[in-house]
């Protein structure tokens, strides 16, 4: 048996391992089936070589050995031109034509004719050769010097792999020469491998650390193997307790033995990336401990800074009216420092979808695409994808998300390189964008607690306070009462009358002081929400008022119900109404919206917004609406606001104000749908437990 002989049979089985491993890929990982069937028909080839080798050129396996090359020919053509986007249907049914001529003849005589041997040999190694030629092109017409670079490592490969490939021929023709091109053809595949599995090029140095590991990893396995086969000899029972054995040691020993050489080709060669992920390590232990979002935000950035490894870093987090992702903090500087729901809806999509995006391969699927295709659904939402990445400033974007909430992105990039981190490192930054998410949403669990310990001590105090002082109010109250209007001057009743009209709005204070401060008990049930705003407009029209307010309802048909307490929920629609009336003092139009939010993703919530031609709002106003007893009413308590909010927030749901000077004010109350999966855990049910327990 000579060496390519038994070379091929090595070849065969690693490629057939190789093939099972990426036909078990996942479902995303781009060519997965037509790099699989190449690797098939190149097991297929070496099996047959071997098979010639042992049977002195059988003319079975040599028909064999020309059909399986025929085929792996074929299928070369169409993985190789897909990967570069140049898939022509012209060369590939031409490569279909010849397969097809080359099975059929090899069945008949002509089939074992040293001439006919040699065109097919000719032809499997002319496609080869033609693949190569692209792979050389794409090298040179590629603008980028990184991606220039590794086109170049790789059309090198294949014409180092497709040499030694027909040197192995040679034998058949009567030459003897000791080449190893079925090995080499195998170690070549098990690079693109590596490629197809990741969807990116990879370096010269990542392809040759991958290669070393995968070497230095063997020789430890084929220790193990070795001793304990010698060890058998020739005893049959005691060679398969033997290999048994050996397996066994093997997965126990694999994972480990990999890290451990992985963590140590890593510290040897790629100093740069060891640093990276110890960094990112660190980082990554540390994030349990923040409970402060600033914090949390400061600590990732600054280690991502320290890293050298970014131009560009950034934090988006969702805001709290769920409308958009603001930049928290950024290292470099942005086009856009906040996405919007509807704006970013195909990138938010995506990411929510894949948890990553990268802004090369996002690119290079719509440069794939036809001029027409470009104007399809699918070309327009890789362009959108395009452009949001590009406005604020990312490379990568990693999803932060927590069961099903998208809590905000990530996003990385390195100016100075197209493709700055390898396929671990990518898998890192992930792992960190899990601890991040994590952290955030026990952030969230702390804020409410905080929120819960806080009510619950002003609730207790607020009861006893409305007791002390509603009792000597009380007595006022009476005394001032008591006194005879007859018997006093005018100015002498003017001051009573003052007197009990503050007695009055002082117990209003305490009594909507008691509303904020004490625990909610309402009771919740299926409600609609049109029939309540038709109410809530009725009532505003009826009431009499100096300034002419035009009331406007605009309901939205088929409105899907929520769940709440509905006079909860009329009380705080009547009080955003008026205020939005009291803020028009010249007149004006107020419209009420019912709405269905479908940007919202799989659970859209039902929004209702206020909207008035007011004068606006001031910034500094803005950010102090929802502070318990800041009003700028000159009669007002500064609770309304504040209690709409606690309302709104119990039945889980959101509230949110935006205003322009001059054009007027939008107040939005979100909440959840009765038919909500959502619904069972939310805000709403947590305060109706707790109010139970409190009563």
Request: glycine share 8%; proline share 4%.
């Amino acid at each position: 048996m000579g060496i390519q002989t038994q070379s091929a049979l090595i070849a065969s089985i690693l490629l057939l391992a190789i093939a099972i491993n990426v036909m078990f890929q996942r479902r995303s990982v781009l060519f997965r089936w037509s790099f699989a069937w190449l690797v098939l028909s190149l097991f297929l080839y070496n099996l047959s070589f071997f098979l010639w080798g042992v049977s002195a050129g059988a003319e079975v396996w040599m028909r064999l050995l020309l059909v399986s090359a025929a085929v792996s020919a074929h299928l070369g053509l169409r993985f190789f031109l897909r990967f570069l986007g140049e898939f022509n249907p012209t060369i590939t049914a031409m490569s279909a034509l010849a397969t097809t001529a080359t099975a059929i003849i090899s069945l008949t005589s002509v089939g074992t004719m040293p001439w006919f041997t040699s065109i097919v040999a000719t032809y499997t190694l002319g496609a080869y050769g033609y693949t190569a030629s692209r792979l050389y092109v794409r090298h040179r017409r590629t603008t980028s010097e990184v991606e220039s670079a590794r086109f170049g490592y790789l059309a090198i490969g294949h014409l180092v792999a497709l040499t030694f490939a027909g040197l192995d021929l040679l034998p058949m023709m009567g030459i003897s020469f000791p080449s190893l091109g079925h090995l080499l053809m195998t170690l070549y595949m098990y690079f693109w491998m590596q490629i197809v599995q990741r969807s990116r090029l990879l370096d010269l140095e990542e392809l040759f650390g991958r290669g070393l590991g995968l070497l230095i990893l063997a020789v430890p396995m084929a220790l193990i193997y070795g001793g304990l086969v010698v060890w058998a000899g020739d005893r049959t029972g005691l060679f398969f307790f033997n290999s048994m054995l050996a397996s066994v040691v093997l997965i126990f020993l694999f994972e480990p033995l990999k890290d451990a050489i992985d963590q140590w080709i890593g510290r040897l060669m790629f100093r740069e990336t060891y640093e990276f992920e110890q960094i990112l390590g660190r980082l990554r232990n540390e994030l349990p401990n923040f409970l402060h979002i600033p914090d949390l935000v400061d600590a990732v950035l600054d280690a991502l800074n320290e890293s050298r490894r970014v131009t560009h870093a950034s934090l988006l987090l969702l805001e709290s009216d769920g409308r958009g992702y603001s930049m928290q903090r950024a290292v470099g500087p942005a086009a856009m420092r906040r996405v919007d729901v509807v704006r970013g809806r195909a990138f938010l999509e995506a990411l929510r979808r894949d948890r990553f995006l990268a802004l090369e391969q996002v690119e290079r699927e719509r440069d794939d695409l036809s001029a027409e295709a470009l104007q399809s659904p699918q070309g327009q939402r890789l362009e959108a994808i395009c452009v949001t990445m590009n406005e604020i400033s990312a490379g990568l974007s990693f999803a932060l998300v927590a069961g099903e909430r998208l809590l905000g992105v990530m996003n990385l990039k390195d100016e100075r390189l197209r493709e700055p981190f390898s396929s671990a490192e990518i898998r890192l930054i992930q792992s960190l964008a899990a601890g991040i998410a994590n952290a955030l949403e026990n952030s969230e669990h702390f804020e409410r607690l905080k929120e819960r310990d806080r009510l619950s001590v002003l609730g207790e105090m607020s009861a006893g306070l409305a007791h002390e002082i509603r009792n000597p109010l009380g007595a006022i109250k009476g005394a001032g009462q008591l006194l005879d209007p007859e018997k006093l001057d005018p100015e002498q009743r003017d001051m009573v009358e003052v007197i009990l009209q503050e007695v009055d709005r002082l117990n209003e204070v305490v009594s909507q002081f008691l509303d904020y401060a004490r625990p909610y008990r309402g009771t919740a049930q299926v409600v609609e929400l049109n029939p309540i705003i038709e109410r809530v407009g009725t009532l505003l029209r009826t009431q009499a008022r100096d300034n002419p307010i035009e009331v406007k309802l605009s309901l939205q048909p088929d409105l899907p119900a929520v769940r709440a307490d509905p006079a909860q929920l009329e009380q705080v629609f009547l009080n955003l109404a008026r205020n939005a009336v009291d803020a028009m003092p010249e007149g004006g139009t107020l419209s009420i919206l019912t709405e269905l939010l479908e940007t919202e993703g799989p659970s859209p919530r039902v929004q209702v917004r206020f909207v008035d031609t007011g004068p606006g709002i001031p910034e500094e106003v803005l950010r102090n609406l929802f502070i318990p007893f800041f009003t700028t009413k000159r009669t007002g308590t500064g609770l309304g606001l504040a209690i709409c909010q606690r309302i709104v927030q119990t039945h889980g749901g959101a509230i949110s104000v935006r205003s322009q000077l001059g054009q007027g004010t939008t107040v939005s109350v979100r909440l959840r749908r009765a038919d909500e999966p959502e619904s069972a855990t939310g805000e709403f049910d947590r305060a109706q437990i707790a109010a139970s327990l409190d009563t």
